[in-house]
């Protein structure tokens, strides 16, 4: 049996190959790998190699840390920003999560989110106007669960589409 943990890891890296995208960000057109679909994929990997996957949140930062049962341990960490809001709290857990954990076993994958981010940024947002795809798009999404905060990081909502939109909930 493997005793190095770098050996171990490198095992799974090559067991794991590029993560696959299953999820689709419907307004940044773009798919990602979610938290879950990753953690599906590797867990068992990690398992094999006797190596276990802890995600605490200390001191304010969000961590990734692989502990082999033979000894010894690897971990990444990225400290939180200030957010009040809970909601917005738990995404950026999650965003840091998938990202801590991608950059520790150095996973391939295209940087869709940190793209879409840069965009936000910019503040080049577009209105979402009634009678419209992308505002018939923006209902589905909200009728099958997604929340408005979505739509607002791509779209400007004028007082009347949030309105309508809210409406769907």
């Known amino acids: 049996m493997e005793k190095n943990i770098y050996n171990k890891i490198l095992k799974v890296q090559k067991e794991i190959g590029t993560i696959s995208k299953e999820v689709t960000n419907p307004f940044y057109n773009s798919k990602y790998f979610d938290i879950n679909s990753l953690l599906k994929q590797l867990t068992p990997l990690l398992q094999k190699q006797n190596l276990v996957l802890l995600q605490p949140i200390q001191d304010g930062q969000v961590k990734s840390v692989i502990i082999d049962t033979d000894g010894g341990s690897v ?30 076993l150095a996973l391939q994958a295209e940087d869709d989110d940190a ?54 909930n």
């Open 75 to 104: 971990e990444s960490s990225m400290f939180l920003p200030e957010i009040s809001d809970p909601q917005k709290l738990g995404s950026a857990i999650t965003y840091y999560r998938r990202y801590t954990l991608q950059s520790l």
């Open 115 to 168: 793209n879409a981010t840069v965009n936000e940024v910019k503040d080049n947002k577009k209105w979402l106007n009634l009678n419209t795809p992308e505002f018939s798009k923006a209902t589905e999404f909200i009728k099958n669960g997604g929340k408005i905060q979505s739509i607002q990081s791509k779209y400007k909502l004028s007082k009347t589409v949030k309105e309508e939109l809210l409406k769907i």
